[in-house]
């Protein structure tokens, strides 16, 4: 089992930056794959990068490649995701996501998830 707990998230300005982290708690986070999902008011919630259990191999929503980098420490049960750049629609809730399906880039891959943390990006 593992629990995720997310943080990080904030207003920020168009153009600003914001570091996102995931803690989990559990001694098999590494065996894990780790995805970022986000959902903005009426929307579905989407995917926007996803990590290997051992971080060789990332993932990328196309509208944020270049911007956005996800990583992750195993030796500290985190995963986080530097989001540069930022624009007015990527405000949403941030989910961070555990799984084994690989570094997919759809939800049902993932088995557990955090409770989220907004990010606001101003115009």
């Known amino acids: 089992q593992v629990q995720l707990g997310e943080s990080g998230g904030g207003l920020v300005q168009a153009g600003g930056s914001l570091r996102l982290s995931c803690a989990a708690s559990?001694?098999?986070?590494?065996?894990?794959?780790m995805g970022w999902f986000r959902q903005a008011p009426g929307r579905e919630r989407e995917f926007v990068a996803a990590i290997s259990w051992l971080g060789g191999v990332r993932n990328y929503l196309d509208s944020v490649k270049g911007r956005f980098t996800i990583s992750r420490d195993n030796a500290k049960n985190t995963v986080s995701l530097q989001m540069n750049t930022l624009k007015p629609e990527d405000t949403a809730v941030y989910f961070c996501?555990?799984?084994?399906?690989?570094?997919?880039?759809?939800?049902?891959?993932?088995?557990?998830w955090g409770q989220g943390t907004q990010v606001t990006v101003s115009s």
């Open positions: 996501a555990a799984g084994r399906g690989g570094v997919s880039r759809n939800e049902a891959a993932y088995d557990h």
């Open positions: 559990g001694r098999t986070f590494s065996n894990y794959d």
